[in-house]
DNA sequence: ACTTCGATTTCGCTA
DNA sequence: TAGCGAAGTCGAAGT
């Protein structure tokens, strides 16, 4: 990894058009091609960079250019697209060179896949007696989340969400208009559970007669944990 | 900014948890607080981050750690949220730090605004005769893109996408549903109109009596320039 | 290889 | 300031 600080002025042309003017950056040049702009601020996004696999060269600026300050010009040039991104170097501040090998990768937990089997274990959140019918339920347009049967065995079609917003409602209608269409099935309810819920999803899902139902996941893994140590 | 080259292991604690095993990698410090940690290689995207505002405290690792070989510990706390990213540091390679100053940020052209404004500008991409009502035609449960007229001047719902997907076919299904309650509109047609779209977007807009259009962003850019190049 | 869907998404606009 | 849609989204998992 090759790190650059620059006083120098981007411009990228591509699926759209975009410029940086002259200002002091980090230039990260990665071991792929790739090429990053930081600024010192902001999130974790660049300013502006050139996706891998990608090839970078290193030129003179012409006349024009050399007059205004450029001493240098790097060419980013996409390998697989047209996309080109391109550096005016105007001053370096710093320029240096790092081996760092090939990185084993980051270990998550916590995420949507988790929240699912959670509720799958604790379905009695969504009501006294309810019991889990299948995780991961196929539909001709795709898999449920969950199909559940209340204490009357009801069945109910669960679609789990961290963040609820609308476009979970609408996948879940989808669900159960095919679902309700089955006679075995029919009549089945709809559920929308997830961690928090957006007042316009929360609208249109009630809107339909789909229930909302928060997940606490500190509580479900708290309740999780205890569960583990029981056994 | 301060940039360290490090043998680090890095763990994340938050909305989810995270680690990452002990390797080579580089530590971004910027200016209000947030830390990158990034590899080799991947996209602009790190391995792990912490979002500003945040403070990095820099301490001496406990015994056990010490054995290890652990020689720094950092600890970033988010000043927000509880979350917390901590990098058990064992070799340092390179520190330095630099003065980059706020920078002036980046000029976007090509989006779905511009998508937007040249159709609106060039209505007769749409049909024959055809003429703009308005851009943004505000309705209960949000703005439409454009509402046009064709030539024998019936109402047309125009959903613009740089990328046409499902779920732009359900947003224009729901303004049309509603706008076609109003009997001052009533009937209202749909047009879906974007650079690509995907074909079980397409099936599905169909389907509703709904009409796709491909948009050539080159030609109605180039078309644009022509124009103003007239007056 | 292609498609679909989530994300510690982040970013930007609007009400 | 909160909410909502878009992104040069990226990345992983399944088909």
């Given at each position: 990894?090759?790190?650059?600080?620059?006083?120098?002025?981007?411009?990228?042309?591509?699926?759209?058009?975009?410029?940086?003017?002259?200002?002091n950056r980090l230039l990260m040049v990665k071991a792929d091609g790739s090429v990053?702009?930081?600024?010192?601020?902001?999130?974790y996004k660049p300013l502006n960079w050139m996706s891998p696999p990608a090839k970078l060269t290193v030129g003179a600026p012409?006349?024009?250019?050399?007059?205004?300050?450029?001493?240098?010009?790097?060419?980013?040039?996409?390998a697989k697209t047209d996309d080109r991104l391109i550096v005016n170097i105007h001053e370096v501040m710093h320029?240096?060179?790092?081996?760092?090998?090939?990185?084993?990768?980051?270990?998550?937990?916590?995420?949507e896949a988790h929240l699912q089997k959670l509720l799958a274990e604790q379905v009695n959140r969504l009501g006294e007696g309810w019991s889990l019918v299948r995780r991961e339920y196929m539909?001709?347009?795709?898999?449920?989340?969950?199909?559940?049967k209340d204490?009357?065995?009801?069945?109910?079609?669960?679609?789990?969400?961290?963040?609820?917003?609308?476009?979970?409602?609408?996948?879940?209608?989808?669900?159960?208009?095919?679902?309700?269409?089955d006679p075995l099935l029919s009549p089945?309810?709809?559920?929308?559970?997830?961690?928090?819920?957006?007042?316009?999803?929360?609208?249109?899902?009630?809107?339909?007669?789909i229930r909302c139902v928060i997940l606490d996941y500190d509580e479900m893994r708290g309740l999780d944990d205890v569960e583990h140590r029981l056994f």
């Open positions: 990894m090759r790190l650059v600080i620059a006083r120098c002025s981007v411009d990228y042309a591509g699926r759209l058009t975009a410029h940086l003017p002259l200002a990053l702009v930081h600024s010192d601020g902001g999130s012409d006349e024009s250019a050399a007059e205004v300050g450029v001493v240098e010009v790097w060419t980013v040039q996409s320029d240096s060179n790092h081996e760092l090998g090939v990185d084993p990768g980051l270990v998550k937990d916590g995420v539909t001709a347009i795709g898999p449920v989340d969950l199909l559940v204490a009357s065995g009801g069945s109910v079609a669960v679609e789990i969400k961290r963040r609820g917003e609308i476009d979970g409602v609408e996948q879940l209608t989808r669900y159960l208009e095919l679902m309700n269409r089945v309810a709809g559920i929308y559970a997830a961690q928090e819920i957006k007042p316009q999803a929360r609208v249109l899902a009630e809107d339909r007669g």
